[in-house]
């Protein structure tokens, strides 16, 4: 061969047409990505592992709290992701009427079925529909695609808005304008997790200057100023909003502990490029078996290129978007197989393209079937899964006893029940549908300690009982927690039975709540709304911080419904007795 020659691709494998009917394809999918969402729901949870605790309380307190712009954990702490996901999960759950797995899941499952439809659709229309229905179901029949379907975090949708952005760069690329559509779901995606959503979607477009020396070069053309203008009202608009609400601890939190400490170090003595193999490994694990056509599909892409100009464009777009995105990841020192979840489509289309050209003497009967039988023996592997060796993981089994816990609560209505938390998981507030901040050991002693009925959850029973005194009276524990050593929590109150008192004390963070012949409706660290049994019932709120705190009191007797507002001084009282 001369020096002279070039590498000619083989022939591509000829664009068949769909199966009939049409919807045939979409709709097969769809009822795949249901079957693998009621499997995620009826499997048993794992709040407890993988820090799902924490965006569940975000979203706890949109919905107690009414905190929109920016949330708060459990424990005060100011967000470390920017609200879409809480959003649509707030929503869902006002929707429901409260906060639970469905509203927690929900976002994510439909996000990583909206992903799967994303890759069926552009890979139907530039490769056919073989590949297209490959990319589908490589995109769900996975550890990482399943996982999308049940966990509270924000990877799942913002793989979504990712892939909806990049398959919009690349239309915008090809017709030369419509970019505003692409930067508005760069602002989703940055409005799901940071910046980083921008970069993964526009990665893609590297291929533009790949291009350069082909036959027929296709540079980047359109105007961006509009695009650019509705990305800074959106993703920027939001930013500032919440930087007005919440001041410096904004930024702190999100652009200084969470974006920056996490690109230079781990907070384990990892730093910048240490760690460069994990995510190619993580990505041949978690997207198995696919990923092994997808790391042949990206080696053969750079040997034989396709002739076509449309296929040989949108192949060197998913090269760019898959390996820019990996190599971004390797140098990070943060690692975590969920972060790979963008780059997932790009593979999916790759592995693809690869599985279409090296099954296309198969006829369609004959390939669906096979399909479908390759999908019911992966759901089957996932339930025996999930309904075994993860059901006997200690975290699940603790977040079930929590789920079990809530469950005895329920009927007592467990809004109105007065629990105090000090250091059990935030898991048991999401099973009650509560967002109560945590109080000392100290506070809960001393509350114990007094005349009316109290009832505290903890999970480190041995230090409540160091701060205890010989002279106090006794304490009961209630409800045991689980079975063995491994308990999540203990119920304990200065009352031997769950029967609730006419009178009762409570602590909500720095509040603490006296009640007597009164029912609590909800209580927040923010509003306390009760409802009297009779005209003799009282209330009485004590600010037990160092710091003023402001207050909403609603009182509710005989229908009528009164609203109060007061700023309580450090240690100071507002009681109510007149109805």
Known sequence: ???????????????????????????????LGIILFGLRLAAPPNLLDQDQERPASYVL????????????????????????????????????????????????????????????QAGKRVFGPRAGLFAALATLLTTAGLKEFGLARTDGVFAFTVTAAALLAFRAWQRGGGWAWFWALAAAATLTKGPLGLLFAANGLLAAWWERKSPRPHPLRGSQLPGVGLFLLLAGGWFLLAYWQAGPPLIAKMLGRELLAHAVSDGRRHYPGMLFYQPPLYYLGRAAPWSLAAFYGLWRLCKYPAVEDLPRRFERFLFCWFVVGLVILSIAPHQRADLLWP??????????????????????????????????????????????????????????????????????????????????????????????????????????????????????????????????????????????????????????????????????????????????????????????????GTVKIVNQSAEDRTVRLVSVYRGNRASKKRTLAAGEAWSLKEW
Request: charged residues 15%.
């Open 343 to 536: 780059l997932l489509p790009a593979g999916a289309l790759i592995a693809g393209r690869e599985l279409a050209r090296l099954t296309q003497n198969l006829r369609w009967p004959v390939l669906g079937l096979a399909l479908a039988v390759l999908a019911l023996f992966a759901v089957a592997g996932f339930g025996f899964y999930y309904f075994g060796a993860h059901a006997r993981h200690p975290l699940v089994q603790q977040t079930v006893a929590l789920k079990e816990f809530a469950k005895q609560i329920g009927p007592r209505s467990t809004e109105a029940y007065p629990l105090t938390h000090v250091d059990d998981p935030m898991t048991t507030q999401i099973y009650l549908n509560t967002l109560r901040p945590p109080v000392s050991f100290e506070r809960a002693v001393e509350l114990l300690r007094g005349p009316a009925a109290a009832f505290v959850v903890v999970s480190n029973l041995t230090k409540l009982e160091s701060f205890r005194l010989r002279s106090d009276p006794t304490v009961y524990e209630l409800l045991p927690l689980g079975v063995g050593q491994r308990r999540p929590a203990h119920l304990v109150s200065n009352r031997p039975s769950l029967e609730l008192p006419d009178s009762f004390a409570f602590c909500v963070g720095p509040l603490l709540i006296e009640g007597e012949g009164v029912e609590i409706l909800k209580a927040t660290q923010h509003e306390i709304v009760v409802e009297a049994r009779n005209d003799r």
């Open 1 to 31: 061969m001369s020096s002279n020659s070039t590498v000619v691709s083989p022939p591509a494998p000829r664009l068949e047409a769909a199966p009939a009917p049409a919807w045939l394809l979409p709709a097969s999918i769809i009822l």
């Open 61 to 120: 307190d949109v919905v107690k709290n009414g905190h929109w712009v920016y949330q708060r954990d459990w424990t005060g702490d100011i967000t470390s992701k920017p609200p879409l996901y809480t959003w649509l999960c707030a929503l869902t759950a006002l929707a429901c009427g409260q906060v639970d797995l469905l509203a927690l899941y929900l976002p994510g499952a439909l996000a990583a079925l909206g992903t799967a439809l994303l890759v069926l």
